[in-house]
């Protein structure tokens, strides 16, 4: 148990709608990571925040939106949901930015319908 | 850019074989990470071992151990006396040292199935 926790575990949806993803860093981590996994991209950096702000983009299309709460907590929403918006999505925690080991949560795995 | 290769997508070997994956980068930076992970059947992502760019012995930890070559920038990954537990997606990261770069370059993995 990597102490990083996503929800949901699952998540069954029709193209065009909205979903949120949500995701709860270990404890003291103040950096979140967001990555997609699928079969043709493979495992691909979304996006980055670090103690609220966002800190780095990557591949992260414009339907796609996410935040960090002060809590620390973070979420990542899906919207005008395509077929090929289906896989496994991550999120990771680590305790500062440069260089600290990424730890996982168990994933979402999303699947459009 | 930076650039993270698994030349080899799937290997399969007999219980208690010796295997080694093998990872290839390719960075700018002289300050950078290098990561492995594990990704079992159940699917999540298990954190195995980070190496920065300065440090080059290896490293070995049980049936696990790493063997990192700046000169050939290569850092491997071998199993030694392997098990049933070790079949998995195993994926080698490099991560930058730059401010706003410090996401994980992942390369495509390798398929690790042991045989009983």
């Known amino acids: 148990d990597s102490g990083v926790t996503q929800t949901p575990k699952h998540l069954i949806t029709a193209t065009g709608q909205r979903v949120t993803l949500r995701c709860s860093p270990r404890?003291?981590?103040?950096?979140v990571y967001w990555y997609q996994q699928s079969l043709d991209q493979g495992l691909q950096f979304l996006i980055q925040?670090?103690?609220?702000?966002?800190?780095a983009k990557g591949n992260i299309l414009e339907r796609f939106s996410a935040q960090q709460f002060p809590d620390l907590h973070s979420e990542l929403n899906l919207s005008s949901l395509e077929l090929g918006d289906s896989a496994l999505y991550f999120c990771?925690?680590?305790?500062?930015?440069?260089?600290?080991?990424?730890?996982f949560g168990p994933g979402t795995r999303l699947t459009v319908l | 850019a930076q650039k993270v290769t698994q030349a080899q997508t799937e290997i399969s070997v007999v219980e208690k074989e010796d295997v080694t994956l093998d990872c290839v980068y390719e960075?700018?930076?002289?300050?950078?990470?290098l990561f492995w992970y594990k990704q079992p059947p159940s699917g999540e992502l298990v954190f195995l071992i980070r190496r920065n760019s300065f440090d080059e012995q290896n490293e070995i930890s049980g049936r696990y151990s790493w063997n990192f070559q700046k000169s050939t920038s290569s850092f491997n990954f071998t199993i030694t006396a392997s098990q049933v537990v070790d079949s998995a997606v195993y994926f080698c990261?490099?991560?930058?040292?730059?401010?706003?770069?410090?996401?994980?370059?992942f390369g495509t993995g390798t398929r690790l199935t042991i045989i009983p």
């Open positions: 404890s003291g981590d103040l950096s």
């Open positions: 960075t700018r930076d002289t300050t950078y990470y």
């Open positions: 925040y670090y103690n609220g702000e966002e800190r």
């Open positions: 990261a490099l991560s930058e040292a730059n401010f706003g770069n410090e996401k994980l370059t």
């Open positions: 990771a925690s680590s305790v500062e930015t440069s260089g600290s080991s990424q730890y």
